[in-house]
């Protein structure tokens, strides 16, 4: 997800329970939001939801504040990204600061690389340069692992077993592929990956490719796109990589973050739907959960432990509400569910 907010934080000493407010200017007009999310809403479907488990709350986040990722690692820490620091959770504790990225910009994707490092995909909300990636080896040692293109916004990111990191711009309509040395290329710009100006899903900007994930293989790499409603495919073994779309339908409006389970199906948070959704490898959908706690869920992934490794961690945004874009008080938190399948080891 990508979204303009002016955010005041409050420094590295909080916690999920106990922070400050954050500050939120939003300047859309009014006729717009309601018009864009009458139409979001209403393109849901009749579908019948089929729950994996009823969604229950582990952390939640001060009013005012938009978590965006999360993400876990090998001893089941939890990280997640909220204004312009990651946060850590250790297992059965509280969320504290683990990194304060050094500019007033937004961290957005966040993944554990295979050197165990924390990497972060991140935005600028003004005139500050803010399209980096940041690599956090230890608490608080921020750096820039690559630069990007300033005029884009990266977005989410996944690597390849070769220590390549795959990184998304729904802005650029691109993904960029960083090497082990922080060296950046455009791996694919494409139609498909771009989003649609005329009728965005999130009514505020048009967003394009947006979550990412490599399939068991590594023979593919799988995108979603917010705008277009579709999860796109891209052959990791084509000399030309070209996205293809894979599945695409009105539920799929306003994906977001996705992740795979091991028979190779696919979990994928609609922001705009409230909703979760599976997509199997036959590209058939069906509704996980909607509604509820679900309040524009922006990522998802897997537990990495045998504690966890059937819990599926969800972050709920809230984005729309707390930017005033859907009526209703906003709840920002981190849910989790019970599923049968585990996930896809991302390290």
Request: proline share 5%; with cysteine.
């Amino acid at each position: 997800m990508w979204f303009t907010v002016d955010h005041t934080m409050h420094g590295a000493s909080e916690r999920v329970e106990d922070m400050g407010t954050t500050r939120v200017a939003v300047v859309i007009a009014a006729t717009a939001i309601a018009a864009g999310l009458s139409s979001s809403v209403a393109s849901a479907g009749a579908e019948a939801l089929v729950c994996a488990s009823e969604p229950k709350v582990v952390a939640e986040f001060a009013s005012g504040e938009i978590p965006e990722s999360v993400t876990t690692d090998a001893h089941g820490n939890l990280y997640v990204s909220v204004g312009n620091t990651i946060r850590r959770r250790a297992p059965g504790g509280v969320f504290g600061t683990f990194a304060t990225l050094p500019l007033p910009i937004n961290a957005l994707g966040v993944k554990v690389g295979p050197d165990g490092c924390v990497y972060n995909a991140s935005t600028s909300l003004s005139a500050v340069p803010g399209a980096y990636v940041w690599r956090i080896c230890s608490a608080d040692s921020v750096e820039v692992f690559a630069e990007l293109d300033q005029s884009g916004a990266p977005n989410d990111l996944a690597f390849d077993d070769r220590g390549n990191l795959f990184v998304t711009d729904p802005v650029l309509a691109r993904i960029w592929r960083v090497d082990r040395l922080g060296r950046a290329e455009i791996f694919v710009e494409h139609s498909l990956l771009a989003g649609t100006p005329d009728d965005p899903a999130l009514v505020f900007r048009a967003l394009g490719v947006n979550g990412i994930a490599l399939d068991q293989r590594q023979h593919s790499l799988f995108v979603s796109n917010t705008d277009q409603g579709s999860i796109l495919r891209i052959d990791l073994r084509s000399s030309h990589p070209t996205p293809t779309v894979f599945a695409q339908s009105s539920q799929l409006r306003g994906a977001d973050g996705i992740a795979f389970d091991r028979d190779q199906t696919l979990w994928v948070a609609v922001n705009a739907l409230d909703s979760l959704l599976t997509v199997d490898r036959h590209a058939e959908i069906r509704v996980r959960a909607q509604g509820g706690l679900l309040d524009a869920p922006s990522s998802v992934v897997f537990g990495a432990t045998w504690r966890d490794r059937n819990e599926l961690y969800l972050m709920s945004s809230a984005f729309s509400r707390t930017l005033g874009l859907q009526p209703g008080s906003p709840h920002p938190a981190l849910l989790s569910l019970h599923v049968a399948t585990p996930g896809l080891p991302l390290f």
